[in-house]
């Protein structure tokens, strides 16, 4: 019986550290202006030539970003429930999430952010701290 509570008990902290540990901060430099949020890496990026805020499809969102010779856009990205956004969004629509995977990717690079999502349709909100150029950018999913 003991060794079961101490395993119990072992779980529940692990699941709290867990809990504690999902929303990530990442400072990044993408050379061409914008992030993707998606189910996968191999999906048609939405765009539009005047490049102004955020453009969605079902199967990704294209996010603006600081541009990369001005410095940083601090990214954070978790849970709906995890971070304090109390703002109206930026952006707030459904994101196609076959494989139960949602990943923040950019032109170059491969992958910022992965994380198992529970469902086949995931909401996903962003808030920007400017239209066009943010520097702050937070994603939430959930």
């Known amino acids: 019986m003991l060794v079961v509570q101490q395993v119990t008990r072992w779980l529940y902290i692990q699941r709290d550290l867990l809990k504690v540990m999902s929303v990530k901060t990442l400072a990044l430099a993408p050379e061409y202006l914008s992030i993707y949020i998606a189910g996968r890496t191999d999906v048609d990026i939405p765009m539009h030539m005047d490049r102004q805020g955020i453009f969605a499809s079902s199967q990704c969102i294209n996010v603006p970003a600081y541009d990369w010779n001005h410095g940083d856009t601090n990214v954070t990205f978790g849970p709906f429930d995890e971070l304090n956004e109390t703002a109206k969004p930026t952006f707030d629509g459904v994101l196609d999430t076959a494989q139960k995977q949602l990943i923040v990717f950019g032109a170059l690079v491969s992958e910022y952010f ?19 150029e943010p520097s702050n950018v937070v994603i939430a999913w959930g």
């Open 114 to 132: 992965r994380t198992t999502v529970p469902l086949t349709k995931t909401r996903v909100r962003v808030w920007l701290d400017h239209p066009v």
